[in-house]
């Protein structure tokens, strides 16, 4: 079955650094995929999406880039803050039908 | 423009009974999708309403119900509550919804906790 999978459960890092958050997908070739930001408590907050078709996407400090040889998306943030903590999901569907990994819990600290 | 509101935003229920949550799109949104989101399964795809018909059905069981109404506005129901129905519900809506890359919008949550 279609199986999509974020590296790890919490990544910590300092601020001003780079965080890098890994998504894996198998068993599938998704056209696209998104990547959303959660806020405990909150509903997830749409950031970026990517197609196949585009090896690289930018957003202010946000970057995300999709290799359909390796089956992965990674998604980066730069020049990281406190206010980047949250948790990160990348997702595929169609039709409003979203996947969604577990999710990968960022915590930048000062 | 206001965004997806979700009502009530928190709910304790017993198990045995039911309950209805309530997701009011954005203006113009026409398609509503349900989750649910607990901390082992993560977010999971209940169902889609787009023009008060269901599109797609998640792998969810048949206590789990939803609707749409004309003003695109939708309601999920749970019936006979069990422990492990406690969980965030978020609603999502899309403009049309044709487009399999059109952006999802969430709404707050409605949190349900069954004692």
């Known amino acids: 079955s279609q199986k999509i999978e974020q590296n790890s459960e919490a990544l910590n890092i300092q601020e001003g650094k780079t965080a890098t958050l890994t998504c894996n997908y198998t068993n599938y070739s998704p056209a696209y995929l998104q990547w959303y930001r959660q806020d405990p408590g909150r509903g997830p907050v749409f950031l970026l999406l990517?197609?196949?078709?585009?090896k690289e996407k930018r957003k202010e400090r946000l970057k995300v880039t999709f290799d359909t040889t390796l089956k992965q998306s990674l998604f980066h943030i730069t020049a990281s803050q406190p206010a980047d903590s949250a948790t990160y999901l990348c997702?595929?569907?169609?039709?409003?039908?979203?996947?969604f990994g577990a999710g990968t819990r960022l915590a930048v600290h000062p | 423009k206001a965004g997806v509101t979700q009502t009530p935003r928190y709910l304790i229920k017993t198990r045995g009974q039911q309950v209805t949550l309530s997701c009011s799109p954005i203006?113009?949104?026409?398609?509503v999708s349900w989750y649910q989101q607990t901390p082992g399964q993560g977010l999971q795809f209940l169902f889609e309403y787009f023009s008060e018909t269901q599109r797609n059905k998640g792998n969810f069981p048949g206590r789990f119900s939803g609707r749409q109404f004309s003003n695109s506005r939708s309601e999920m129901n749970v019936s006979t509550l069990e422990l492990g129905d406690s969980a965030l519900y978020l609603c999502a809506t899309t403009r049309a919804g044709t487009a399999s890359t059109d952006t999802q919008y969430f709404g707050p949550g409605t949190r349900l906790t069954v004692l």
């Open positions: 990517i197609r196949e078709n585009e």
């Open positions: 997702a595929h569907g169609g039709y409003n039908k979203l996947i």
């Open positions: 203006s113009g949104h026409r398609s």
